[in-house]
């Protein structure tokens, strides 16, 4: 179920970068993974660390890249 919760999560901090006055970051804080974004980073040979950071940058730019910048065109 956590796997489902981090794409949605990496779904809601791409919208970040579309929406004009809302930053990424501040979308991470609000969800409270700001700090485990960064704790993930620092310890990123255990595979549990590894698998979110995957899971939230792969969903965070897929979203970004492949349906929010197809709605601006």
């Known amino acids: 179920m956590s796997f489902f919760i981090n794409i949605l999560i990496g ?16 979308l991470a804080v609000i969800l409270g993974v700001y700090d485990k974004i960064f704790d993930s980073l620092k310890n990123i ?13 792969f969903n965070h730019f897929f979203f970004f890249e492949n349906v929010l910048l197809n709605l601006v065109k």
């Not at 040979?45 to 940058?57: E, G, H, P, R």
Request: hydrophobic share 50%; charged share 5%; proline share 3%.
């Open 11 to 26: 779904v809601v901090i791409g919208t970040g970068f579309i929406i004009p006055g809302v930053s990424g970051g501040a």
């Open 45 to 57: 040979k255990n595979k549990s660390n590894f698998v979110f950071l995957i899971t939230i940058f």
